[in-house]
């Protein structure tokens, strides 16, 4: 069955940088995009970025400036590289992936900028 397991939040200081990681299994990863969505207190699930199965990115919004999606098929996983980070960005970031037309999420793995 599909899995995916977020790794890599955690607490960091506003400006600071963070490095998540989705590890997926069950399904031929390197055939599938990817995605990382965040969803902060009190608000909607908001897509941040989406990788093609051939690694090119998509980004929402202004998270090009400052996050930067990868994948490694090798390793069936998918990373999220966030730089400059504000207290905005807090949140519980998901990764997902639609397989055969259903969708699947990972647990979530917290990020709190704060100083």
């Known amino acids: 069955q599909v899995s995916l397991v977020e790794s890599g939040g955690g607490l960091v200081q506003p400006g600071g940088s963070l490095r998540l990681a989705c590890a997926a299994s069950?399904?031929?990863?390197?055939?599938?995009?990817m995605s990382w969505y965040r969803q902060a207190p009190g608000k909607e699930r908001e897509l941040v970025a989406r990788i093609s199965g051939a690694g090119v990115p998509n980004y929402a919004g202004s998270m090009k400036d400052r996050f930067t999606i990868s994948r490694d098929n090798a390793k069936n996983t998918v990373y999220l590289q966030m730089n400059s980070l504000k207290p905005e960005d807090t949140a519980v970031y998901y990764c997902?992936?639609?397989?055969?037309?259903?969708?699947?999420w990972g647990q979530g793995t917290q990020v709190t900028v704060s100083s």
């Open positions: 069950g399904f031929t990863f390197s055939s599938y995009a």
């Open positions: 997902s992936t639609r397989v055969i037309f259903r969708d699947y």
